[in-house]
């Protein structure tokens, strides 16, 4: 490619971003913990230093539960992706083997739907036991708007970068796997959202926009929610063990830096003076701020001191958050673009089309939001291209793999815009054809 160190650039700040989703939310975390209930004394003002203690206790430095439910999710998607029934019936094993050997603290409906799972040996798929047992709790008490879902959601967000449409089902689906509230899901929905925009773009979105990710029965509620946490500091929104007044800390910390230290410092500061369950909000808050300014942003000092179960530091969380952004984003991340594929990028946006670079072009509406079909374009390791197609269920198929970049392109972008005719807001253009170059 031609020019070469730009590009290279780029994808290096990316992967900082990348990096800095995972690092980011275990570093909140870590300094959230010696203060969580008020376990250690925070003066008005005072900066928080990642001294350990808390309801662990913890050594100075170690993450939480809300960082090793992550990890989990993570270590589930740099296997499997995020997209089948196998990654998420990864997940929840996973879960139920740190419940049985790793939990240094568990929430408590965390805990009693990981419970029944472990308990229940009936044959049904972890995931779907989950599923029922969160939802039987939900139905039995009403009350499952805890944050322990959002604490743990960035991961996802990591997996499906370059799907928006699946990530916002996903997100959804795996809060779903112990918070049945549709609040708990709203809330991961709209954050996961934030971080994509975050990683993609190297800054802080405007939160509000994604609300038209939600139902449209609860987007003027959410709007409302977000506007109160950008006009009020974080203490307001204590306590903050309910899902929506997590998420309005740390979006009021992230709105209300405090201090006159480095952003991200001054951001997590303020995310631990809300107080009540400090590693949890500024675990939510480090995420988005990581995936925004990436890990170069965040205290050397506490990249030194960041370590937690299964036994990891700041470099494997580098390596796992890689992992699960190459494997969740075979279109994007993973993809040199070339200037033809540029070329191909711009026509497909030019038409309503299309994710810029990314080449995700989703399919029919369906009931409650997009279908989460996909034409997909590639280049492979040998120099060849693969067009191929994933379908709601998440099964690729391959229409074509070829030396032949006219041959690939034309039919990306035929099968892009047959896909795209049965698309409601968008009008199919008169046929194109590329002039063979
Ligand atoms: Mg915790």
């Known amino acids: 490619m031609s020019d070469a160190d730009p590009r290279a650039r780029a994808s290096d700040a990316r992967e900082d971003r990348v990096e800095g989703?995972?690092?980011?939310?275990?570093?909140?975390d870590a300094l959230g913990v010696p203060y969580e209930l008020g376990s250690a004394p925070l003066a008005a003002?005072?900066?928080p230093r990642m001294i350990g203690g808390g309801l662990g206790p913890y050594a100075p430095g170690e993450w939480s539960d809300d960082t090793q439910m992550a990890v989990v999710i993570a270590r589930a998607a740099a296997e499997h992706g995020l997209r089948?029934?196998?990654?998420?019936?990864?997940?929840?094993?996973?879960?139920?083997?740190?419940?049985?050997?790793?939990?240094?603290?568990?929430?408590?409906?965390?805990?009693?739907?990981?419970?029944?799972?472990?308990?229940?040996?009936?044959?049904?798929?972890?995931?779907e036991r989950a599923r029922l047992a969160s939802y039987a709790l939900h139905a039995q008490t009403g009350r499952t708007a805890g944050n322990g879902s959002l604490m743990r959601t960035a991961p996802v967000a990591l997996a499906l970068l370059d799907d928006p449409a699946a990530l916002g089902e996903q997100a959804r689906a795996i809060s779903g796997l112990t918070h049945a509230d549709p609040l708990a899901g709203d809330a991961c929905v709209l954050w996961c959202h934030a971080i994509r925009r975050a990683v993609l773009d190297g800054d802080v979105p405007d939160l509000a926009e994604h609300v038209v990710e939600l139902p449209h029965a609860r987007r003027d509620q959410w709007a409302g929610w977000i506007a109160d946490a950008e006009r009020r500091t974080p203490s307001a929104f204590a306590p903050n063990g309910y899902v929506v007044t997590a998420l309005q800390a740390a979006w009021s910390a992230i709105c209300h830096p405090l201090g006159d230290g480095p952003l991200v410092v001054a951001s997590l500061s303020a995310a631990v003076h809300a107080g009540d369950d400090t590693d949890t909000v500024a675990a939510i808050a480090g995420s988005l701020l990581g995936a925004a300014h990436g890990a170069s942003a965040l205290s050397a000092e506490w990249l030194d001191a960041v370590h937690g179960w299964p036994g990891l530091r700041a470099d494997d969380l580098r390596d796992l958050a890689r992992r699960v952004a190459d494997r969740g984003d075979p279109a994007a991340v993973d993809l040199q673009v070339s200037d033809e594929l540029d070329e191909v990028a711009e026509h497909l946006v030019s038409r309503g089309l299309g994710e810029g670079h990314h080449f995700v072009v989703h399919g029919r509406p369906v009931r409650g939001g997009r279908s989460s079909e996909y034409i997909g374009l590639r280049v492979l390791d040998d120099g060849s291209y693969r067009v191929w197609y994933s379908g709601d269920r998440g099964t690729p198929r391959t229409y074509v793999e070829t030396p032949d970049w006219a041959v690939a392109r034309q039919r990306f972008v035929d099968e892009v815009e047959l896909l795209g005719a049965s698309r409601g807001d968008w009008k199919a253009p008169r046929r194109h054809r590329w002039k063979r170059r």
Do not use: F, I, K, Y
Not at 118 to 126: C, E, N, S
């Open 84 to 127: 089948t029934v196998d990654a998420l019936d990864a997940v929840v094993t996973g879960w139920v083997d740190w419940l049985a050997s790793g939990a240094s603290d568990v929430g408590t409906q965390t805990r009693q739907v990981l419970g029944e799972v472990a308990a229940d040996v009936d044959g049904a798929r972890a995931a």
């Open 21 to 28: 989703t995972l690092l980011g939310g275990a570093c909140g």
């Open 45 to 47: 003002g005072e900066v």
